[in-house]
């Protein structure tokens, strides 16, 4: 009861304490602020947008964003587009180092409980621990800012700035590659589970050491 119930929960609990995450209310939060006023919070949106235009002005030589032979728009979207990411991938990145070390402390627990090694063990075979949540996202991420990068330069390149009636036609669509994912190996997902295999090893050999024991003294009596 104790290793089956008690030390799972004493676990978790104690990650969530020692290591605490945001709510994602607070996270979402978090990224629009980091957005509107810079990652420094010295660099609100409206100025970045105020010399990108300027920065623009000044590459084509043009007096306005009327007269750029390209669409200002598409590189603003874009612009903006390369900024969230950059946003994104650090508060990602954090918020992914501290579900890390959540992993790690319930590691640590492992030993007292076979059921969190075979938590963890189970997750990695079905594919649906944090090492392969984070592997399908970072590629589908890749993907999609690749996609949007498309589309954003689609409104640069073919459309003209004010032009808000601007389609684009099924030849754009054709350009745009199929999301194909490259999925984890069995024997990649095992050899990163060799602790929690050891582990339940040893529970193994003890348990049955003790059933054993415990028939030769009923066998006796």
């Keep these: ?34 957005y509107e006023k810079g990652l420094s919070g010295h660099d609100p949106a409206d100025q970045r947008q105020a010399a990108l235009e300027r920065e623009t002005l ?35 990145g954090e918020l992914e180092t501290r579900y890390g070390e959540q992993e790690r402390l319930h590691r640590f627990f492992a030993p007292l409980s076979p059921m969190l090694a ?26 999609r800012q690749g996609l949007v990068k498309q589309m954003n330069d689609a409104i640069t390149f073919r459309s003209k700035y004010g032009d808000v009636n601007y389609k684009a036609d099924a030849s754009l669509w054709r350009e745009v590659p199929e999301l194909s994912v490259d999925e984890e190996r069995l024997s990649d997902a095992l050899g990163a589970q060799v602790p929690e295999l050891l582990l339940l090893g040893l529970w193994l050999a003890w348990t049955t050491l003790f059933a054993l024991r415990a028939c030769e003294r009923l066998s006796a009596v």
């Design 1 to 34: 009861m104790v290793n089956a119930l008690l030390v799972p929960r004493l676990a978790v609990d104690a990650a969530r304490a020692w290591v605490p995450v945001p709510t994602a209310q607070d996270f979402a939060r978090q990224l629009a602020e980091d």
């Design 58 to 92: 000044a590459r084509y030589g043009a007096a306005s964003l009327e007269a750029l032979p390209v669409n200002f728009r598409g590189i603003a979207l874009q612009a903006g587009e390369e900024y969230s990411n950059r946003v994104g991938a650090q508060r990602f």
């Design 118 to 143: 075979l938590r963890h063990l189970s997750a990695s075979l079905a594919r649906t621990d944090m090492s392969a949540h984070l592997r399908f996202t970072k590629q589908a991420e890749q993907y």
